[in-house]
Antibody, heavy 123, light 110 residues
Framework: EVQLLESGGGLVQPGGSLRLSCAAS????????ITWVRQAPGKGLEWVSG????????YYANSVKGRFTISKDNSNNTLYLQMDSLGAGDTAVYYC????????????????WGQGTLVTVSS | QSVLTQPPSASGTPGQRVTISCSGG????????VDWYQHLPGAAPTLLIF???QRPSGVPARFSGSKSGTSASLAISGLQSEDEADYYC???????????FGTGTKVTVL
């Protein structure tokens, strides 16, 4: 069973930066995806960014493009999300989630989730 | 603002059947498979249905999914009190090159 453990959340001032980490117990398939999904207070789920295991391609939601950077360290099975130029709208619980995608992305689903880490952007 | 639209709420009494709709477009549901997630308060979301109508192991058979054109639906048959949660549809969007979630539906067991 895959285990995902997020860390790095906390309080940051507007305009500041924060780096989230997601330690994964294993990556056993090529066609895996590992993503960040967030939920702002009182709001629904929002996909933020994703990393494709087979191609190494990265994807971003329009709301974070140019401000957030996703990366993966293969030496320790850890996914990172570097978040810059943070604003109040980025306040949310950030979940790390791992799943699968098919070629062409017809199939894309997230079947393992971490417990989340809270990011609060406030002065 | 999500590109997948769900009703904000749905409800039923124990044992009833509840259906949740998810409306999208050609670049997401019309082109790709749909997934459904259950999100209980204070917990991480869990995958309920993948590839439009497949259930992961451990998910009760009372949950079922379907897709037609640019819409999808989740049905809960034999509603139980532990089904009270938020439910989200999701799909890959070819135009956005990203995974999009629906607006979410809160299911209440009366």
């Amino acid at each position: 069973e895959v285990q995902l453990l997020e860390s790095g959340g906390g309080l940051v001032q507007p305009g500041g930066s924060l780096r989230l980490s997601c330690a994964a117990s294993e990556f056993t398939s090529d066609n895996y995806v590992i993503t960040w999904v967030r939920q702002a207070p009182g709001k629904g789920l929002e996909w933020v960014s994703g990393f494709s295991g087979d191609s190494g391609r990265t994807y971003y939601a329009n709301s974070v493009k140019g401000r957030f950077t996703i990366s993966k360290d293969n030496s320790n099975n850890t996914l990172y999300l570097q978040m810059d130029s943070l604003g109040a709208g980025d306040t949310a619980v950030y979940y790390c989630a791992k799943g699968y995608h098919s070629s062409g992305y017809y199939q894309y689903y997230l079947d393992h989730w971490g417990q989340g880490t809270l990011v609060t952007v406030s002065s | 603002q999500s590109v997948l639209t769900q009703p904000p709420s749905a409800s039923g009494t124990p044992g009833q059947r509840v259906t949740i709709s998810c409306s999208g477009g050609n670049s997401n549901i019309g082109s790709n498979a749909v997934d459904w997630y259950q999100h209980l308060p204070g917990a991480a979301p869990t995958l309920l249905i993948f590839t439009s109508n497949q259930r992961p192991s451990g998910v009760p058979a009372r949950f079922s999914g379907s897709k037609s054109g640019t819409s999808a639906s989740l049905a809960i048959s034999g509603l139980q009190s532990e089904d009270e949660a938020d439910y989200y549809c999701a799909a890959w969007d070819d135009s956005l090159s990203g995974y999009v979630f629906g607006t979410g539906t809160k299911v209440t067991v009366l």
